[in-house]
C-alpha cells in the first residue's frame, strides 16, 4: 500500500508565501511523477503542478511564476512553494502520485494525498 501525507497548509494573508509538503511511503519501486491540484469550493479540481523524476515541470497558467514545484526523490517528497499568494489560490490542495509498482512493470498507478486547505485573505 500507498501512503501519502500533506502538509504546510494554513491561513495566509494575500500577498503571502506557503510551502507545502507531500511524502510518500510504502511498497513501490519508484515514483514518476508528483503533482499538485487543487479544488476551490464548488469548483472541479484542476491541475496547479507537476514534476517528473527527471525535474521538468508542468504549471498552471494561473500559477507561472508564482508557485513552485520541486521533489526529492531520495526522501520521495514533493513541495509546493506558493508566493504572492491571491485569494483565488484558496483551495483544498491535493498531492497525486503515479508510481511504479515493481521494477518490471510498465504500468503507472495513481494514487491521491487527503488534501491540506489553504486560505488566502484579502
Known amino acids: 500500500q500507498v501512503q501519502l501525507v500533506e502538509s504546510g497548509g494554513g491561513l495566509v494573508q494575500a500577498g503571502g508565501s506557503l510551502r507545502l509538503s507531500c511524502a510518500a511511503s510504502?511498497?513501490?519501486?519508484?515514483?514518476?511523477?508528483m503533482g499538485w491540484y487543487r479544488q476551490g469550493s464548488g469548483e472541479q479540481r484542476e491541475l496547479v503542478a507537476t514534476?517528473?523524476?527527471?525535474?521538468?515541470?508542468n504549471y498552471a497558467d494561473s500559477v507561472k511564476g508564482r508557485f513552485t514545484i520541486s521533489r526529492d526523490n531520495a526522501k520521495n517528497t514533493v513541495y509546493l512553494q506558493m508566493n504572492s499568494l491571491k485569494p483565488e489560490d484558496t483551495a483544498v490542495y491535493y498531492c497525486?502520485?503515479?508510481?511504479?509498482?515493481?521494477?518490471?512493470?510498465?504500468?503507472?498507478?495513481?494514487?491521491w494525498g487527503q488534501g491540506t486547505q489553504v486560505t488566502v485573505s484579502s
Open positions: 497525486k502520485i503515479l508510481y511504479r509498482k515493481q521494477a518490471w512493470s510498465t504500468v503507472d498507478y495513481e494514487y
Open positions: 510504502g511498497s513501490f519501486f519508484r515514483i514518476n511523477v
Open positions: 514534476i517528473n523524476r527527471g525535474g521538468s515541470t
